[in-house]
């Protein structure tokens, strides 16, 4: 039997797939335009086009559906410390979503400085890394 936590939590995991497969598109994008192997302007109007369309969409399922798990069983999610650890983790993700944003919507009108962002993008797969680590593991 499929219980709504359950499609809830594939959502979620799915969500959290397509936003982190994004973010890290839109830094591999914003390091190419930094390295001026290409037009900046051009692939910073992409990488924000990734972020808008993809990303910022995923953010928000997956943001949506964590919450209602969250809400649905507060007694349950409220006393384990690894969740904790792992929403801040996942806030650290949920910050950089956002400075890469800016930086890609800069890098797109003309700032081709503002596409240096490889080390946001390292912190953010550790980060969710470390989520995904936690979320299955549950120490």
């Given at each position: 039997?499929?219980t709504?936590?359950?499609?809830?939590?594939?959502l979620?995991?799915?969500a959290?797939v397509?936003?982190?497969?994004a973010?890290l598109?839109v830094?591999?994008?914003?390091?190419?335009?930094a390295?001026?192997?290409?037009?900046a302007?051009?692939?910073?109007a992409l990488?924000?086009?990734?972020?808008v369309?993809?990303?910022?969409?995923?953010?928000?399922?997956s943001?949506?559906a964590?919450?209602?798990?969250i809400?649905?069983?507060?007694?349950?999610y409220?006393?384990l410390p690894?969740?904790?650890i792992k929403l801040?983790?996942?806030?650290v993700v949920?910050a950089?979503?956002?400075v890469?944003?800016?930086?890609?919507?800069r890098v797109?009108?003309?700032?081709r400085?503002?596409a240096?962002?490889?080390?946001?993008?390292?912190?953010?797969?550790?980060c969710a890394?470390?989520a995904?680590?936690?979320?299955?593991?549950?120490p």
């Amino acid at each position: 039997m499929v219980t709504i936590s359950a499609v809830l939590v594939a959502l979620h995991v799915l969500a959290n797939v397509v936003w982190i497969g994004a973010l890290l598109s839109v830094v591999l994008l914003l390091s190419r335009a930094a390295s001026g192997a290409a037009d900046a302007a051009v692939v910073g109007a992409l990488a924000r086009t990734v972020h808008v369309r993809l990303a910022a969409p995923a953010f928000m399922t997956s943001f949506a559906a964590g919450l209602v798990i969250i809400l649905l069983a507060p007694r349950v999610y409220g006393h384990l410390p690894w969740l904790h650890i792992k929403l801040a983790f996942a806030l650290v993700v949920i910050a950089l979503h956002h400075v890469i944003g800016a930086r890609a919507r800069r890098v797109a009108a003309g700032d081709r400085g503002a596409a240096n962002v490889t080390t946001l993008g390292t912190v953010v797969f550790i980060c969710a890394a470390a989520a995904v680590f936690l979320g299955v593991v549950k120490p």
